[in-house]
């Protein structure tokens, strides 16, 4: 088996992440990576020393000459498969691979509205994998092949996210007590992501409890003035109080596995998700979680391993997020019944089991 694995960022999102959670199993199948040259994601498949072939879809302005680039370098390596990690990269690369003849799966980790052109891309590859039920639901009531169409969740590395005690250098490296209880959320800094509910909800909490601190992992991608807005009105009311000097915006981190183990909850206020990786890192690292119920996330934790809300209800998060802090006990059987679903259900060599189960069917 050749598999041809075609990414579209050069950046480590949830996308890459997933897809790298797995490749140390995949490369010993046979797999080439076709995605930017340099970046983090280049710099993490040289780690694992896999060929990379090098496409960009930005050195190519239009659909067409993107296409027709892919089509060469496909004619040229000779692959058995195709596998485009995206939508984005689904819908570039199923005319594509039809015309070529070459089998090929289109990855859906996006819960977005598509058009008809689109969704006819799609339904050119030989198989459609969504990363929740929620995602395949989604997308075949916009017209997705039902019967192409298979979930396959997210794998996460359960030896590098686990469990494990606190060090206490997060707050040496804040600055504040150890004792300090540290609510976390990771996710680019946007709409989507709810970052703005999360400090209008979370104002009577920090009113009533002097010691609570905020950490917010993420930074801004999209240049577009409403997202420039946006992260300006976060930064003002982190500003003012009660959050003055207890909102600590921390940018991109590259040590998520053991910023997981120095916080007391992970709140994910998201206004949609389809099945978010920080919440399997965090289920996986035995962390109390707070999330809103959107998307596939109820299907990470069930009925018993976090504290779900709907979104955008601010009085659901406070009460979600007032009964962590209260309660250590809950906190741990939250974090042990989330760990155990992990290892049933989300670890990575199960997800490469089944991926290499799709790509030989």
């Known amino acids: 088996m050749h598999v041809a694995l075609l990414c579209e960022y050069s950046s480590l999102n949830g996308g890459e992440h997933s897809i790298l959670a797995v490749l140390p199993i995949l490369q010993k199948h046979g797999v080439r990576v076709f995605a930017p040259p340099q970046g ?8 694992l020393e896999i060929e990379l072939v ?12 993107r296409r027709e680039r892919l089509a060469e370098l496909l004619r040229q390596h000779r692959p058995t498969l195709l596998h485009a990690n ?56 916009q017209g997705i092949d039902a019967d192409r169409c298979t979930v396959l969740y997210n794998g996460v590395d359960l030896q590098r996210f686990r469990p494990d005690v606190p060090t206490g250098f997060l ?53 577009k003035d409403e997202s420039v807005r946006y992260e300006q009105r976060l930064r003002t009311v982190a500003a003012t109080e009660p959050y003055r000097g207890r909102v600590h915006f921390l940018g991109v981190r590259h040590d998520i596995t053991e910023l997981l183990r ?21 289920a996986a690292s035995g962390l109390a979680v707070a999330a809103s119920n959107v998307g596939g996330t109820a299907e990470i934790f069930g009925d018993d391993s976090a504290r779900l809300f709907d979104a955008d209800d601010a009085a659901a998060l406070r009460n979600a997020v007032t009964q962590l802090l209260d309660s250590a006990e809950l906190r741990h059987l939250l974090g042990i019944a989330a760990r155990k679903r992990c290892e049933n259900l989300f670890s990575a ?7 290499l189960a799709i790509y030989a069917g």
Request: proline share 6%.
């Open 262 to 282: 120095e916080w007391t909850i992970l709140v994910h206020p998201a206004r949609q998700e389809p099945l978010g990786r920080v919440l399997l890192e965090a």
């Open 54 to 65: 090098p496409f960009s879809v930005t050195d190519y302005p239009s659909l067409a000459g």
């Open 349 to 355: 060599e199960y997800c490469a089991e089944r991926l």
């Open 171 to 223: 707050h040496r490296e804040l600055g504040i007590p150890l004792d300090a209880p540290l609510l976390g959320v990771i996710g680019q800094l946007g709409i989507r992501k709810g970052q703005d509910f999360l400090l209008d909800a979370l104002q009577p909490v920090f009113v009533e409890r002097s010691d609570v601190h905020l950490v917010v992992v993420g930074q801004r991608w999209s240049e």
């Open 86 to 141: 995206s939508l984005s990269m689904g819908r570039l690369a199923g005319p594509v691979a039809a015309t070529l003849q070459l089998p090929s799966i289109a990855h859906l980790r996006d819960i977005i509205r598509l058009n008809g052109t689109v969704i006819a891309d799609l339904n050119r590859h030989r198989n459609l994998l969504a990363v929740s039920d929620a995602t395949r639901s989604f997308h075949v009531t």
């Open 40 to 47: 983090a994601f280049a710099e993490a498949i040289a780690a």
